[in-house]
């Protein structure tokens, strides 16, 4: 097999490197490059199962380690804060280390940090292991889209490969909860860490047998300053965010948000200062790459925002076990599935910002649908769900591969990095915005219709969540209880129907902005 394109490029000065795009527009993916990509989905899934496999395993290691309420919502978060926090560092590094090297390193701490997460014997040894899960975790994303980007070099065929990336994701996050609970039905709450010990070891083995190498040669060293300011703005915002959706708007939350957006300030001056960044800001130079990157992160901003309701719709509303809400939130999962590998064909047919306004639009009719949804109102929210989720795969399939194909070759893994963080950025701006929109509707609706005689404790209760509302009922027993809920009720439906109207805006908004800025391009040759 002849040697890799991307191996041999030269630095010419910006991105000036005619010889080398050629190369690449005339290389077409063989059999070895499908073959590799079916070997890149394997961390893919396992990635996307961690971030919600541990959720269902929470009572159990609770009544175990006995963490204190801090403890284990540090337990739950901080796989996700570190992960994203050092995506920029990892995507950076595997452009100057080489992106299979990288994956490899990933996969080998996972796997082992894994094992230590398992048999933890206390919170902080589990806070531990987690973090360092994060991190091994950030290098799955970077190493293996970009990899992508250079293993496919047709567009065409990079937009098959992305959509087969994006879909492993989706079947990881959609399965975890599954494989968990049944792990759970028959051993202990660290078996749900276990899961990944062979399927890391599956990709240690096969990797170095079937991934090809790619890396900048005219990569320079890793700047440590720029590393810790990245990594300090990202998790410093995004805690900060969801504290303001846990606790409300308040100083810790508000101190965390400023402290991080001056760090980002600071690594933004340095980048432009340094004669070999960490980060290209010149990759913002691209219209095509920003307006992806945006439209990506305003994807993300809706999609975790209405996941968040949508879960306490199923369990709190409808009153559905974990498992019955999981399951019915499958065909969600499928509709994703179907749209991810329906994009090629689209693709193929139409221009991006055609397919991208159109899919969006879809997403918004979702949404719509959202709005009609009761206090009883399983098909109407599994029926809004499926078209959300067929609307908004071309979407984030497409946002992706646009980002990834218009950097340089070279600069694949940090442009794959940027494309994560911005997801995160998205997901975690949703949760926070939407949740606080969702909070005061529903308190508004509540306070307007809580029954006489109420305890204070109780009313307390059910004005902070549905949830509190729900375990209050124990102290009201009979006629009162039975209102609280009732009304409690309705009032988070109200929120959940504002919410998914500033959703469906925000979505319409996203494929205004998408048909505009990405007009010129044409469909893959």
Same mark, same amino acid.
């Given at each position: 097999?002849?040697?890799?394109?991307?191996?041999?490029?030269?630095?010419?000065g910006?991105y000036?490197?005619?010889e080398?795009?050629?190369?690449?527009? &005339?290389r077409?993916?063989?059999?070895?490059?499908?073959?590799s990509?079916?070997?890149?989905?394997?961390?893919?899934?396992?990635?996307?199962?961690?971030l919600?496999?541990?959720?269902? @395993?929470?009572?159990?290691?609770?009544?175990?380690?006995?963490p204190?309420?801090t403890?284990? *919502?540090?337990?739950?978060?901080?796989?996700?804060?570190?992960a994203?926090?050092? *995506?920029?560092?990892?995507?950076?590094?595997?452009?100057r280390?080489?992106?299979?090297?990288? *994956?490899?390193?990933?996969?080998?701490?996972?796997?082992?940090?894994?094992?230590?997460?398992?048999?933890?014997?206390?919170?902080?040894?589990?806070?531990?292991?987690?973090?360092?899960?994060?991190?091994?975790g950030? +290098?799955?994303a970077?190493?293996? #889209? $970009? #990899?992508?980007?250079?293993m496919?070099a047709?567009p065409r065929?990079?937009?098959?490969?992305v959509?087969?990336?994006?879909?492993?994701?989706?079947?990881?996050?959609?399965i975890?909860p599954?494989?968990?609970?049944?792990?759970l039905?028959?051993f202990?709450?660290?078996?749900?860490?276990?899961?990944?010990?062979?399927?890391?070891?599956?990709? /240690?083995?096969?990797?170095?047998?079937?991934?090809?190498?790619?890396?900048d040669?005219?990569?320079?060293?890793?700047?440590?300053? $720029?590393?810790?300011?990245?990594?300090? !703005?990202?998790?410093?915002?995004?805690?900060?965010?969801?504290?303001?959706?846990?606790?409300?708007?308040g100083?810790?939350? &508000?101190?965390?948000?400023?402290?991080?957006?001056?760090?980002?300030?600071?690594f933004?001056?340095?980048?432009?200062? #340094?004669?070999?960044?960490?980060?290209?800001?010149?990759?913002?130079? $691209?219209?095509?790459?920003?307006?992806?990157?945006?439209?990506?992160?305003?994807?993300?901003?809706?999609?975790?925002?209405t996941?968040?309701?949508?879960?306490?719709?199923?369990?709190?509303v409808?009153? *559905?076990?974990?498992?019955?809400?999981?399951?019915?939130?499958l065909?969600?999962? @499928?509709?994703?599935?179907?749209g991810?590998?329906?994009t090629?064909?689209?693709?193929?047919?139409?221009?991006?910002a055609?397919?991208?306004?159109?899919s969006?639009?879809?997403?918004?009719?979702?949404?719509?649908?959202?709005?009609?949804?009761?206090?009883?109102g399983l !098909?109407? %929210?599994?029926?809004?769900?499926?078209v959300?989720?067929?609307?908004?795969?071309?979407?984030?399939?497409?946002? +992706?591969?646009?980002?990834?194909?218009?950097?340089?070759?070279?600069?694949?893994?940090?442009?794959?990095?940027?494309?994560e963080?911005? !997801?995160?950025?998205?997901?975690? %701006?949703?949760?926070?915005?939407?949740?606080?929109?969702?909070?005061?509707?529903? =308190?508004?609706q509540?306070?307007g219709?809580?029954?006489?005689?109420?305890?204070?404790?109780?009313?307390?209760?059910?004005?902070?969540?549905?949830?509190?509302a729900?375990?209050?009922?124990?102290?009201?027993?009979?006629?009162?209880?039975?209102?609280?809920?009732?009304?409690?009720?309705q009032?988070? +439906?109200?929120? %959940?129907?504002?919410?998914?109207?500033v959703?469906?805006?925000?979505?319409?908004?996203? &494929?205004? /902005?998408?048909?505009?800025?990405? =007009?010129?391009?044409?469909? @893959?040759?």
């Amino acid at each position: 097999m002849a040697r890799p394109a991307g191996t041999d490029s030269r630095p010419t000065g910006g991105y000036g490197r005619v010889e080398f795009v050629n190369m690449v527009i &005339a290389r077409q993916a063989g059999r070895r490059e499908w073959i590799s990509l079916a070997v890149l989905t394997i961390p893919c899934l396992l990635y996307a199962m961690d971030l919600t496999v541990l959720n269902l @395993a929470v009572p159990q290691l609770s009544k175990d380690l006995q963490p204190s309420s801090t403890q284990l *919502l540090w337990i739950v978060d901080i796989y996700g804060f570190m992960a994203a926090g050092s *995506l920029v560092t990892m995507g950076t590094l595997g452009d100057r280390i080489g992106r299979r090297r990288l *994956l490899l390193i990933g996969a080998a701490a996972f796997g082992a940090t894994s094992l230590l997460a398992a048999w933890a014997t206390s919170a902080g040894m589990l806070i531990a292991a987690r973090a360092l899960l994060g991190v091994a975790g950030a +290098t799955v994303a970077p190493s293996t #889209l $970009s #990899l992508i980007r250079n293993m496919f070099a047709d567009p065409r065929q990079r937009t098959v490969a992305v959509s087969v990336w994006i879909t492993s994701f989706s079947v990881g996050g959609a399965i975890g909860p599954l494989l968990g609970g049944i792990l759970l039905e028959w051993f202990w709450w660290g078996s749900v860490f276990l899961l990944a010990v062979p399927v890391m070891a599956l990709l /240690l083995v096969l990797g170095p047998l079937l991934l090809p190498e790619f890396r900048d040669p005219g990569a320079g060293r890793l700047d440590l300053l $720029s590393a810790a300011l990245s990594v300090a !703005a990202v998790l410093a915002v995004i805690y900060g965010l969801k504290q303001v959706t846990r606790d409300g708007i308040g100083w810790l939350p &508000a101190v965390s948000i400023v402290a991080g957006l001056a760090a980002g300030s600071a690594f933004v001056r340095r980048q432009r200062r #340094l004669a070999d960044p960490l980060l290209d800001l010149r990759l913002f130079r $691209s219209a095509v790459f920003t307006a992806a990157l945006t439209t990506n992160l305003l994807s993300f901003f809706v999609g975790f925002g209405t996941l968040l309701f949508i879960t306490q719709y199923l369990q709190l509303v409808l009153g *559905l076990s974990p498992l019955a809400a999981g399951l019915w939130m499958l065909p969600s999962s @499928a509709g994703f599935v179907a749209g991810s590998m329906l994009t090629p064909v689209l693709a193929r047919r139409f221009r991006p910002a055609v397919v991208m306004a159109a899919s969006l639009t879809l997403a918004a009719v979702g949404l719509g649908l959202f709005t009609l949804v009761g206090p009883a109102g399983l !098909a109407i %929210l599994v029926t809004g769900s499926v078209v959300f989720s067929l609307g908004l795969a071309p979407v984030d399939t497409l946002t +992706t591969d646009l980002v990834v194909g218009s950097a340089p070759p070279e600069r694949a893994g940090a442009a794959s990095a940027l494309s994560e963080t911005a !997801a995160e950025f998205g997901g975690a %701006l949703g949760i926070a915005i939407l949740g606080v929109i969702g909070t005061r509707v529903y =308190r508004s609706q509540l306070d307007g219709a809580l029954p006489p005689g109420i305890l204070p404790r109780a009313a307390a209760a059910a004005r902070d969540t549905l949830g509190g509302a729900v375990a209050a009922v124990g102290d009201l027993p009979g006629q009162p209880g039975q209102v609280l809920v009732r009304a409690a009720r309705q009032a988070f +439906t109200q929120g %959940l129907h504002a919410v998914f109207a500033v959703s469906a805006a925000v979505v319409l908004g996203a &494929a205004v /902005l998408a048909a505009i800025q990405l =007009r010129h391009l044409r469909p @893959a040759p």
